[in-house]
T-cell receptor, first 115, second 115 residues
Framework: AQRVTQPEKLLSVFKGAPVELKCNYSYSGSPELFWYVQYSRQRLQLLLRHISRESIKGFTADLNKGETSFHLKKPFAQEEDSAMYYCAPFSGVDAGGTSYGKLTFGQGTILTVHP | DTAVSQTPKYLVTQMGNDKSIKCEQNLGHDTMYWYKQDSKKFLKIMFSYNNKELIINETVPNRFSPKSPDKAHLNLHINSLELGDSAVYFC??????????????FGPGTRLLVL
């Protein structure tokens, strides 16, 4: 079964400091991973996906297959980065001979960036 | 012009009651989901529908019954509510369910409190 672990429930840093939110997964096959973010009083939304190799709001995440990790990093944290972050591997589900997909969310990390 | 909407936003009810939560998306997506976020912020998929057909049914008590009258709506009916059902329930939708890695768009959540 696919599992994802975010070992830090809470993470606090000061503004301008680097931040890394850890994510480890166990998955057979070629995983595809996402980071979702939930800001205060806002809905959960996609932050970035590993296949895009993009940097969103200064965040990047590299898939390390050897370590089965997909850590989220930002070199200089900002106060507006304070939010709940979820790592989510994507897996295929077979239903009636057709493949569908589902996200499995980790337990989330609450990031607080202090001024 | 809200993409994914849920009603009600808050729901407070007594143990043993039956209640429904409604979800609608106007994005033209084929796939819709229900997630449960517990008091520890752990987010777990419950159900997924593609074009009104159930494709994912995680280990959820059969007191929970999703209904999709059309592909733009996915409602969640809960019978004989229990204290442990207290949580935030999120609806989400995505473009296709056929093995593609689409972004999921989330509703604002319905906060259910069972007394």
């Amino acid at each position: 079964a696919q599992r994802v672990t975010q070992p830090e429930k809470l993470l606090s840093v000061f503004k301008g400091a680097p931040v890394e939110l850890k994510c480890n997964y166990s998955y057979s096959g070629s995983p595809e991973l996402f980071w979702y973010v939930q800001y205060s009083r806002q809905r959960l939304q996609l932050l970035l996906r590993h296949i895009s190799r993009e940097s969103i709001k200064g965040f990047t995440a590299d898939l390390n297959k050897g370590e089965t990790s997909f850590h989220l990093k930002k070199p200089f944290a900002q106060e507006e980065d304070s939010a709940m972050y979820y790592c989510a591997p994507f897996s295929g589900v077979d239903a009636g001979g057709t493949s569908y997909g589902k996200l499995t969310f980790g337990q989330g990390t609450i990031l607080t960036v202090h001024p | 012009d809200t993409a994914v909407s849920q009603t009600p936003k808050y729901l407070v009810t007594q143990m043993g009651n039956d209640k429904s939560i409604k979800c609608e998306q106007n994005l033209g997506h084929d796939t819709m989901y229900w997630y449960k976020q517990d008091s520890k912020k752990f987010l777990k998929i419950m159900f997924s529908y593609n074009n009104k057909e159930l494709i994912i049914n995680e280990t959820v008590p059969n007191r929970f019954s999703p209904k999709s009258p059309d592909k733009a709506h996915l409602n969640l009916h809960i019978n004989s509510l229990e204290l442990g059902d207290s949580a935030v329930y999120f609806c989400a939708s995505s473009q296709h369910g056929a093995g593609e890695r689409e972004t999921q768009y989330f509703g604002p959540g319905t906060r259910l409190l069972v007394l």
